[in-house]
């Protein structure tokens, strides 16, 4: 959805090293929320934010929403082969309904 | 084990056919949800039903149809009125904390 747009595209990363999946939209994010998703599978739920300046960890894997509750990031720690797949970020816009990024496809390289 | 549950887990269909995806939630969810994802893309509202009986059309509800008759099922059936039904369908339900989770999905093919 051009509401929300996502970046990078792909990532490609040694084992071992941090990175950042950025997350933005034009419009006040009522929720943000962070999937993951390997080929072929579902999505699996990691953190949904609602408050400006909200962080949220889940193991290796910080998500923050900003200030003014149009951008989030999440943050992925020391990371392992295990992390690898796509990243969805997801909206809510007050329309009882989500809107997603078109998604971060990341590759660890060990 | 509580979840939600998609069947097939792929679909082959001859153009000109009707197909219904079956979606199954036990985790006591009023809302549900279905979308459509193509490679590449992120997902896509088809179809939503915040209650039973209830449903609203989501952002690419053409060609498509669903039924709500009860809390636990929102099956979605792709009718040949769909152009380009080939895609992976993805069904979703939402707790009362506004978290939204989703299914395995099922992946549709039109030979």
């Known amino acids: 959805s051009q509401e929300l747009e996502q970046s990078p595209q792909s990532l490609i990363v040694q084992e071992g090293k941090n990175l950042t999946i950025n997350c933005t939209s034009s419009?006040?994010?009522?929720?943000l929320y962070w999937y993951k998703q390997k080929y072929g599978e579902g999505l699996i739920f990691l953190m949904m934010l609602q408050k400006g300046g909200e962080e949220k960890s889940h193991e290796k894997i910080t998500a923050k929403l900003d200030e003014k509750k149009q951008q989030s990031s999440l943050h992925i720690t020391a990371s392992q082969p295990s992390h690898a797949g796509i990243y969805l970020c997801g909206a809510d816009l007050g329309a009882q309904k989500l809107v997603f990024g078109q998604g971060t496809r990341l590759t660890i390289n060990p | 084990d509580g979840g939600i549950t998609q069947s097939p887990k792929y679909l082959f269909r001859k153009e000109g056919q009707n197909v219904t995806l079956s979606c199954e939630q036990n985790l006591n969810h009023d809302a549900m949800y279905w979308y459509r994802q193509d490679p590449g893309q992120g997902l896509r509202l088809i179809y939503y039903s915040q209650i039973v009986n209830d449903f609203q059309k989501g952002d690419i509800a053409e060609g498509y149809s669903v039924s709500r008759e009860k809390k636990e099922s929102f099956p979605l059936t792709v009718t040949s009125a769909q152009k380009n039904p080939t895609a992976f369908y993805l069904c979703?339900?939402?707790?009362?904390?506004?978290?939204?989770?989703f299914g395995p999905g099922t992946r549709l093919t039109v030979l």
């Open positions: 979703a339900s939402k707790n009362y904390n506004n978290e939204q989770f």
């Open positions: 419009k006040t994010l009522y929720g």
